[in-house]
């Protein structure tokens, strides 16, 4: 099997932030890059157009489906259509932010859920290392979308920000491992003995199409998870992470993708119920 490559977003709303995207071998990249820009002409877009979950009034992309008059939910819909009929998995860790962030704010005044975004991939690579291990591949190579910690470096337990703080963690990672994925038994050695490529790949969403697709991924999950947990789930976003349901990693869910493909920190019992009720 080819090296497995990681296409990394986030997405923040509120007190949750979303951290993962889309499991694709490396071999196959080239050909799922193919199909979506087929996907973006098919709209009306030029294929280089960039697609986002959640467009911005006055952005290029909006602007142009309104043209067509089409919206961006029509966008969005063909976006996950097209990632359910794809040859990759998805991985998405949905962090809560609980603590008291009057108290933190004394010590680091940036303190948000977003403190937590290295702590996520952590999560994820777990997945993705044990994907490799499992599957036999020759290694994996990691593309995160430019994470938003800041400038400043602030370091806490888990709690990492600033300009380097992904490199830095990962290279800690790479040396050291991320902890076992949830199979409880891979991969528990440093990433070099997965054979992950040395160092994580920073890119940009705005021309990188695989990274487009990790936004509509993870921030279909995001609307999705804080819709349920606000008691009031938007039916629409429902249908779209329904249909991508089928390819979050389910290895070793309990059932199929639950704890595995999806994770959620800190757990929470009741809201991970009404979650699975709403996909029924």
Known sequence: ????SFWVDESEKGSLLAVGGVLVEWDEVGKVVKGWRT????????QAAEVKWSLPSGHRTRKALELSNRSTRDLSAKAVDYLASSAMSLVVVV???QRQTSWWKSIWAKASVRDFYCEGLRYALQRVAEEVVETGASGAIVVCDTPELGTKEFTSGSIRRGSKAVEKAYAEWYAAGVGVGPGKQQHSGPLKDAE?????LIGDATYHDMLQMADVVVGATRDWVASVNDGKPDPWVTQQVRTLSSKFRARHGQPSFWGDGLVLWPWQNKLW????????
């Open 39 to 46: 996907m973006k002409v098919n709209l009306g877009l030029d």
């Open 1 to 4: 099997m080819s090296t497995l």
């Open 196 to 200: 992950f490529h040395p160092s994580i």
């Open 273 to 280: 119920e009404a979650l699975k009720r709403s996909l029924q």
């Open 95 to 97: 962090m809560f932010e």
